[in-house]
């Protein structure tokens, strides 16, 4: 009967020390957008009206959209070139060899390419900005968007009173 008793304690102490464990590390874990904030606090942003500037006056910037490519193929910036962010890693040193190039990232929201940003600043790419409010805001500013059927702007798919 004592080696019973022994053997519950035991197993007992056990639980309680797993599941103290285990609920310090749910407390201690992060979720996505404290990932995204971390990132935003070590990277560079720009607004799409000094993206849109820096076209203009043809400066020479490399538009990276970090969406998938159905996103990408649905509607993107003029000139933009994808890389999904899940492939990031794998692609970017190809399709970007010069880690100096002037390189600003966009996705749906700036989650996305805020992380992507952070992660080509660790790879060793020194001229990345994110773009705030991303291709939202973008879209929003009225600016041109492109996919296989032409030009095209947010607004002209705004309902008309």
Known sequence: MKKRIT???VVAVCALFLA???HQAFAEA??????VADAKARIVEVTPQ???AD???NKPVILLDVRDSEEFAAGHLPRAMNISRGLLEFKVGSMIPDKNANIVLYCRT???SA???AIMQ???YTNVRNMQGAFKAWGEAGYPIYNRHGEFTMLSFEKKE
């Open 20 to 22: 103290g464990i285990s």
């Open 30 to 35: 992060k979720g996505p957008m404290q990932f």
């Open 55 to 57: 076209m203009d006056a």
């Open 7 to 9: 053997w519950i304690l």
């Open 115 to 117: 992380l992507a940003t």
């Open 122 to 124: 660790e790879m060793g």
């Open 50 to 52: 000094q993206v849109k």
């Open 110 to 112: 700036d989650a996305r």
